[in-house]
C-alpha cells in the first residue's frame, strides 16, 4: 500500500474534461485513480501520466454497481483512502425533439450520467466515511442550470446531477464531506466535436459572452479548487464554467 499523499479517483478520465482532471490531480500531487471503460485509452493515459507522479488505471463501466464498488475498493487498498473524487464519466446521446427521442436514448442516458453517476457518489461517500473526511465533484453541465432545445434527456439528467449533488450534500456536509457540481458550458472537447459541427459551433460562438469554447483544463482547475482545503465551506453548489454563457 502507498501513501500517505492525498489520493483522488477519476471517471471518465481518458478523454476531455476526464483527463484534463486527472493531469491535474496528478499535477496537484495527488496519488490518481483512472477509472474508464474504454482500457486502451486508459492505459495510454497511465502510462503517460506516470512520467509526472502516481497513477494507476482501473477499468470499470459506471453502470454496473458491483464493478463500480469492486474499483474503489482496489483504489482503497492501494493508495489507503480517497481524498477527492471527480465523476466525469457521461454520454450525450442523439439530438431530437423531445416527443421524437427513443426511450432507448433517454434510458442509456439516464443510466450513465444520472444511475451511474450516483453508483459512484455512493461507493465514494461510504469510504469517506469510513476515513472521516472527502470532497466530491460531479460533472453536471450548462444543461443542468437552463433548458436546452433538441437534448431533453440530456438536460433532464444533468438537472438531476445537480439535484442529486445539492441533496447529498445536505446529507453529508456534517460528515466532513463535501459534494459539488461543475457545470462546463461549451467545452474544446472530443464528445463536442463528435456532436456539433465546426458550422454550428461558430454559430453558437456569435453570440457567447466569451466568444471561443473553453478549455478542459479550465475546468479541471475548477475541479481542483473545490476539492482542495480553499473551498473548505463550500459546498451543495453547481458552478458553472461556461464563459458567462448562462448568465443572461
Known amino acids: 500500500m502507498v501513501g500517505p499523499r492525498k489520493v483522488a479517483l477519476v471517471t471518465g478520465a481518458s478523454s476531455g474534461i476526464g483527463r484534463a482532471t486527472a493531469e491535474a490531480f496528478v499535477r496537484h500531487g495527488y496519488a490518481t485513480v483512472l477509472v474508464d471503460r474504454d482500457v486502451a485509452m486508459g492505459k495510454e493515459l497511465m502510462a503517460e501520466l506516470r512520467r509526472r507522479g502516481e497513477v494507476m488505471f482501473l477499468s470499470c463501466d459506471v453502470v454496473d454497481e458491483s464493478a463500480v464498488e469492486a474499483t474503489i475498493a482496489e483504489a482503497v487498498a492501494t493508495y489507503g483512502r480517497l481524498d477527492a473524487a471527480f465523476n466525469a464519466a457521461g454520454v450525450d446521446g442523439e439530438q431530437k425533439p423531445t416527443a421524437e427521442g427513443s426511450v ?88 463536442w466535436h463528435r456532436s456539433i459541427s465546426p458550422e454550428m459551433t461558430a454559430k453558437l460562438l456569435e453570440n457567447d459572452p466569451c466568444g471561443r469554447l473553453g478549455q478542459p483544463s479550465e475546468v479541471a482547475e475548477a475541479v481542483i479548487w473545490l476539492c482542495a482545503p480553499a473551498a473548505s465551506f463550500v459546498t451543495g453548489q453547481a458552478l458553472a464554467v461556461d464563459g458567462g454563457m448562462t448568465v443572461p
Open 104 to 191: 432507448e436514448n433517454w434510458d442509456k442516458i439516464m443510466s450513465v450520467n444520472l444511475r451511474g453517476l450516483w453508483f459512484c457518489m455512493k461507493h465514494e461517500i461510504r469510504q469517506m466515511l469510513q476515513q472521516g473526511s472527502g470532497a466530491i465533484v460531479n460533472c453536471a453541465s450548462s444543461a443542468g442550470l437552463v433548458g436546452l432545445a433538441g437534448l431533453s434527456a440530456y438536460v433532464a439528467s444533468k438537472h438531476g446531477v445537480v439535484g442529486l449533488t445539492k441533496s447529498a450534500a445536505l446529507d453529508y456536509s456534517r460528515s466532513n464531506i463535501r459534494i459539488n457540481a461543475v457545470c462546463p458550458g461549451m467545452i474544446d472537447t472530443p464528445m
